[in-house]
């Protein structure tokens, strides 16, 4: 845990070399996000090195945050971004093609806005999200960031970046009751948004 808070305070310092360690260290962990992100979306061109390498060049020249799930949360949210760019252009490529569209499972969005308190999705794999339009329900997260960015932050730390409740509420600085209360309105709002 020291080490990578040594490298991502290299990276951010500019040493040579401090990157490349950083991603050879977290590898596996950053590997797993990948897979989550990809198995929520289905068939994509991308596997999980390709997302990882993308990662990386998003990255790269990017204020690198200094902790480790900070660094995550923001993996997490270029990852989301790599993909949903790949599905836009994999679309746009395709639309009028005579493919069939990504369409949106009601019953899976109803199951992830109505899930028990105790009973959260914390995945994009989980069976609530599957079916869900990954476009939609992008839009719908940055319609979502442009009123209540807090709420944003959890919905994409807790659901793409598998983190508890616990570990946002220590990374945003508010109480995990906050944090519980952000949850349940993101849930409703990207309801209503996609469902319509």
Known sequence: MAEVTELLRGVAAGEPGAADQLYSLLYPELSRLARRHLHAVGPVTLDPPALIHELWLRTRGMVVPAYRAQFFALASRVMRSVVVDQLRRRHADKRGGGVAEVTLNTSALLEFAATPEGEPVTSP???????????????ALNALAAIDERAHRVVEMRFYGGMTKDEIADLLGVSVPTVKRDWRRARAFLFEQLRG
Not at 125 to 139: C, F, H, T, V
């Open 125 to 139: 794999s989980s069976q609530a999200a599957q079916g869900m339009d990954p476009i939609r329900l992008d839009e």
